[in-house]
């Protein structure tokens, strides 16, 4: 059921779809663009759930109905034309990826959202009646073969957490659980890695879109450990995370996969164990659950240019002011980067009432450039991958500007009561300002080196365009 706040949102992606409509009459090489009548689920809109909604929206996963087949897509058209045509950083816009696409950089791995052109041909099949079309013109279907749903496919390791009991009503839970071993014999590099929490009755859990009941693990901190005592893993002063090359993830509530540039080494050592730091948030019912990670491994005898994860570049503050009834609260924070480095992944990390970040660099030379913008929801707090190419390269001494915005009001149904001052806190329903970007520190001559691989791009670039 869609609620309240949702409603009262929906003239603004009607509008912004009329501009679409537009650009695609107007505009050659649109490809995707089609008369309404024209466009038919078979041909047209069945690749696009394949690509970007199946991997959630099919039995046994986490969204609340299958979209597999024409028989399912059909009765949700409308409320599919609703949440796609949503503005690109709208919260509630799906599938969940809410990078602003009209600024900063948009080369993202693994990204699964619709481009404004898929947007429009689902909007023109839906307001063209929703034909099934062709059956020929039919993808085979996905095969989705019982528990191996990981976006990578078949994973080259699979850990599990002990499992654990949530209260239904309690306040949030922090602790350590049991380590688990990996069962490695010798030491393997990273290529990507996938976290899942994994309910162990999932008929309980009924997921609500708006409020804060979509996931129960908000953060999870699971590092390896080279022997098997548990080391504190928290950052906080004195925390020890082990050597730079070792694994380490914040895994965050209803996050994607991170897949490591191929030039960086992340080690998984032989005889290790996975330690397990938590967040949880009670839901209102019990909850058995345990984390699942999967590992994708590169190939044995391969060696990194770079070693190490990549460490946080965190602005934290602990000093937020979010007035009563404010949609629009704003902080800002500014970071020097000391070293030259290339910066893997933008990872806005706010809390119940969060709704946008910005990261922008402010080179040496005095001139700005907005890296990116993104929408934020504290029930899908998403990591944005750079892809090799475009992951900004960052002379020494950049200083990094985040800004981020707030919705204290009751269009945002993930905050409790709007009624309330709001400020930090660890707790889901209160407040953070921290952004959790991997940056990965290089020498001088690496950096000199990448600059030049980047120019040569560039001027290939350059080059064909002009042909
Ligand atoms: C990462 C997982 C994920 C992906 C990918 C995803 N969804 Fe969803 N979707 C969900 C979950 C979970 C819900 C229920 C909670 C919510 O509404 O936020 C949902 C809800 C919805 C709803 C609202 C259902 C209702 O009850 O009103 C629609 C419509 C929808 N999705 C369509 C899509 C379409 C279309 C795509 C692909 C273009 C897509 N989703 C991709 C997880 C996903």
Redesign the pocket.
């Known amino acids: 059921?869609?609620n309240l706040s949702n409603q009262r949102r929906l003239p603004a992606p009607a509008a912004a779809l009329a501009g679409l409509a537009v650009l695609l009459l107007a505009g050659p090489g649109t490809g995707a663009a089609a008369a309404a009548d024209d466009v038919t689920y078979n041909r047209d809109v069945a690749p696009?759930?394949q690509?970007?909604?199946?991997?959630?929206?099919r039995p046994g996963?986490?969204?609340?109905?299958s979209?597999q087949t024409y028989e399912e897509?059909r009765p949700?058209a409308r409320?599919?034309r609703?949440?796609?045509t949503r503005p690109d950083n709208d919260p509630?816009r799906?599938?969940?990826?809410f990078i602003e696409k009209d600024i900063g950089v948009q080369n993202f791995k693994e990204d699964?959202?619709?481009s404004p052109e898929?947007v429009a041909t689902?909007a023109a099949w839906v307001d063209g009646g929703a034909e099934r079309g062709d059956p020929a013109d039919l993808p085979p279907p996905i095969e989705w073969p019982d528990g191996k749903d990981w976006s990578f496919g078949e994973p080259d390791l699979v850990i599990s957490s002990p499992d654990h009991v949530l209260e239904a009503v309690a306040a949030d839970w922090y602790g350590l659980l049991d380590p688990s071993p990996t069962g490695l014999t010798a030491d393997r590099w990273i290529k990507a890695v996938e976290v899942r929490e994994v309910l162990l009755d999932e008929a309980i859990v009924e997921?609500?879109?708006?409020d804060l009941n979509?996931f129960v693990v908000h953060h999870a901190v699971i590092s390896a450990r080279e022997r098997s005592e548990v080391i504190q893993t928290q950052s906080r002063p004195g925390g020890d995370r082990g050597p730079a090359d070792l694994f380490s993830v914040v895994h965050e509530v209803?996050q994607?996969a991170t897949h490591y540039p191929e030039v960086l080494g992340v080690r998984l050592p032989a005889g290790s164990s996975l330690n397990w730091d938590l967040h949880l948030h009670s839901i209102g019912v019990e909850v058995p659950f345990r984390i699942d990670v999967a590992f994708k491994f590169h190939p044995e005898g391969w060696e990194p240019k770079y070693s190490g994860r990549g460490g946080m570049i965190s602005y934290l503050t602990f000093d937020i002011d979010i007035p009563p009834e404010e949609p629009n609260a704003k902080m800002e924070g500014m970071q020097l980067v000391t070293k030259p480095g290339i910066l893997m992944t933008f990872e806005p990390h706010l809390h119940s009432s969060g709704k946008r970040m910005c990261i922008e660099a402010i080179y040496p030379t005095g001139l700005s450039e907005m890296l990116n913008c993104a929408g934020y929801?504290h029930?899908?707090v998403k990591v944005y991958v750079y892809d090799e190419d475009h992951a900004p390269l960052l002379p020494a001494n950049t200083i990094l500007r985040v800004t981020a915005w707030y919705d204290n009001t009751l269009n945002n149904p993930r905050v409790t009561d709007p009624r309330n001052w709001k400020g930090y806190g660890n707790r889901s329903t209160d407040d953070m300002f921290l952004n959790l970007s991997r940056f990965v520190p290089i020498t001088e001559e690496q950096y000199e080196e990448e600059l030049a691989r980047r120019q040569g791009l560039e001027r290939s670039r350059v080059t064909q365009d002009n042909d």
Request: glycine content about 4%; charged content about 20%; hydrophobic content about 40%.
């Open positions: 059921m869609p696009l759930m690509r970007s909604c199946e991997t959630c929206h996963s986490i969204a609340p109905m979209l897509v949700w409320n599919i609703d949440k796609i509630d799906m599938p969940p990826w699964i959202s619709l898929e689902i997921r609500k879109s708006g979509l209803g994607n929801n029930n899908w």
